[in-house]
């Protein structure tokens, strides 16, 4: 049982509530539902047979819940489970008080993480996986098409890999592009824009943005040789030009957020990209208020937005 101190909330969240064809499409819930699929928190009761995390020990962990006995399990590929359930779009979730999990989904916290940043740890888990996914390496240059708060957290990855990273909005992306700059990105550039940067290639290209048009565009500035990792979920179907894929020998990879497995690094991994994450948080408000914090995310008046469930409270 953990205690909830942060709760993130994201666009398939927003999904969720307008209960639109990519969210009707991937989930199967039992209304009425209790959302939220993000959180940080302490460990508030053991249940029996568990003897670890301690009670009072700060954790983070994935809310993807899995069989651990088929195939796909056991090849470490885990958010391919045939039986997965996740918390807050399939089963209740987070954003509450308590929520009670599996022991094998939460993994303790260095003491001296800050709660915003601890509660960005499953976006950029999904983040992690995309860039590993991709095998971003050392002198490459990167490309990363939607900064919303994957596309960040997969800035903040990329750039722990010692890559060269350019980051691609749109014009109402303004704020965004701006924290990508002040984050490292050595580019920032609107993608319908004429800058120049657009009309460069990169080595490995991260959609993020979930839109037919950023995958266009992902394809498009790939290099020869290339890669193209998809991570977004388009509400439409996308046409591309393999032939153009076969002359140049460009690889599209789709990944589905992360492996149960990667989560035993991750917290050394937030812990290093702390400096560069914790701007990423621009709104933290109560449990009470959260019809606010779903206008703030559809707005796109905040980067991220984290629910604090005691905030308010006597």
């Known amino acids: 049982m953990v205690r909830v101190r942060l709760a993130g909330l994201c666009h398939t969240d927003l999904s969720m509530v307008e209960w639109n064809r990519a969210a009707r499409h991937t989930y199967r819930p039992d209304f009425p539902l209790i959302l939220g699929h993000e959180f940080a928190g302490t460990v508030a009761a053991l249940g029996p047979g ?23 399990c056991r090849a470490g590929r885990s958010m391919l489970c045939p039986g997965l359930r996740v918390l807050g779009l399939d089963v209740d979730g987070v954003l509450a008080t308590y929520v009670k999990l599996p022991a094998r989904n939460v993994v303790p916290l260095p003491a001296e993480l800050p709660w915003e940043v601890a509660a960005l740890a499953e976006p950029f888990a ?11 390496a050392a002198g490459e240059r990167v490309a990363i098409i939607g900064p919303g708060a994957v596309g960040l957290c997969a800035l903040a990855a990329a750039l722990s890999a010692a890559a060269d990273v350019v980051v691609f909005g749109l014009a109402r992306d303004r704020a965004q592009l701006a924290i990508a700059r002040r984050m490292g990105a050595s580019a920032v550039a609107g993608i319908s824009s004429g800058d120049p940067a657009c009309h460069e290639r990169y080595d490995l290209v991260i959609e993020t943005a979930g839109r037919p048009e950023a995958v266009t565009a992902a394809v498009r500035c790939c290099r020869p040789g290339g890669r193209v990792v998809c991570v977004g979920l388009p509400s439409r179907s996308v046409p591309i030009d393999t032939a153009a894929l076969a002359r140049e020998e460009k690889r ?3 990944v589905r957020a992360y492996d149960l497995g990667e989560w035993g690094a991750l917290p050394g991994r937030l812990a290093a990209a702390a400096s560069r994450l914790l701007p990423l948080v621009t709104h933290v408000v109560g449990l009470a208020d959260f019809s606010r914090a779903v206008e703030l995310l559809r707005s796109r008046a905040a980067i991220k937005v984290v629910i604090a469930p005691a905030l308010g409270r006597p």
Do not use: Y
Not at 55 to 66: C, E, I, M
Not at 129 to 135: C, E, L
């Open 126 to 136: 999904v983040a992690s996986h995309a860039i590993a996914a991709g095998q971003a």
């Open 50 to 72: 568990t003897s670890r995390p301690a009670p009072g020990t700060p954790v983070v962990g994935s809310a993807h819940l899995t069989c651990g006995r088929c195939a796909m």
């Open 252 to 254: 599209i990879i789709g």
